[in-house]
């Protein structure tokens, strides 16, 4: 499995609209993506991260390059939720424990 990090500084005054667009538009846009595993939204202050979980490499990348996840990235540029750029970081799980 894959782990998919993606990270930005959002706008704290814009928590609540930003957590609505998570719910209604990214949460089912993720779901509908092949080999996709699941989803936590992880907040601290002003940092968001987004870990999901991916059957394969392959699988987070083809997400990574599918034009509605650019076209959500850009409206959420557009639309002033961003105070940094977003940054993605990809990890191989190698071992892990849930309960």
């Known amino acids: ?16 609209e930003f957590q609505h667009l ?27 991260t987004v870990l999901t979980l991916w059957d394969s490499r392959e699988s987070a990348e083809e997400f990574n390059a599918s034009p509605a996840v650019h076209e959500l990235t850009d409206q959420v540029r557009s639309r002033g939720f961003l105070l940094s750029e977003p940054r993605i970081e990809v990890f191989d799980i190698t071992a892990g424990s849930f309960r």
């Open 1 to 16: 499995m894959i782990v998919r990090l993606w990270r930005a500084q959002i706008d704290p005054a814009r928590r609540s």
């Open 22 to 48: 998570e719910e209604e538009h990214l949460a089912p846009l993720l779901e509908k993506q092949p080999g996709f595993g699941g989803v936590l939204f992880l907040r601290q202050d002003e940092e968001l």
